[in-house]
C-alpha cells in the first residue's frame, strides 16, 4: 500500500513514518532514510513512563530493535535525548540544508 501511495503521490516530497521501515522493504522507495537515536536508559525511561511499560517490557521492545543496524543504514542520524522541542530543531535544520527557505 504505500509503495502504492508513493508513487502516485502529487508532492515533491513524500515522508514515510515507519518503525519497522528497513525490515519491511521500503527503503528501496527511499532517497533517504533518516533515523532517531536515543541512549538504551533513554528509551527504557521513556518506554516506562510515557506507555506505561514495566521495565521487563521496556527492556524486550528496546532489545528488538537492532538500532545499530538502523543507525548503520541511515543517511542522517537524529540524537533524540532531549525534549520534542530539540528534536524538532534538529529536523528543521536538516529539512532546511535540503529545502533552502526562499
Known amino acids: 500500500m504505500v509503495d502504492y501511495q508513493v508513487r502516485h503521490a502529487d508532492q515533491a516530497v513524500v515522508v514515510i513514518e515507519a518503525i519497522k521501515l528497513l525490515e519491511s522493504g521500503y527503503p528501496k522507495l527511499c532517497d533517504a532514510i ?4 536515543s541512549s538504551e536508559q533513554i528509551q527504557l525511561k521513556r518506554l516506562m513512563q510515557q506507555r506505561g511499560l514495566s521495565e521487563t517490557l521496556a527492556r524486550q521492545r528496546v532489545f528488538a530493535q537492532p538500532i545499530k543496524k538502523k543507525n548503520q543504514c541511515a543517511d542522517v542520524v537524529f540524537y533524540n535525548e532531549g525534549t520534542l522541542d530539540d528534536l524538532h530543531g534538529q529536523v528543521l535544520s536538516q529539512w532546511q540544508e535540503i529545502f533552502p527557505p526562499s
Open 34 to 37: 533518516w533515523v532517531t537515536y
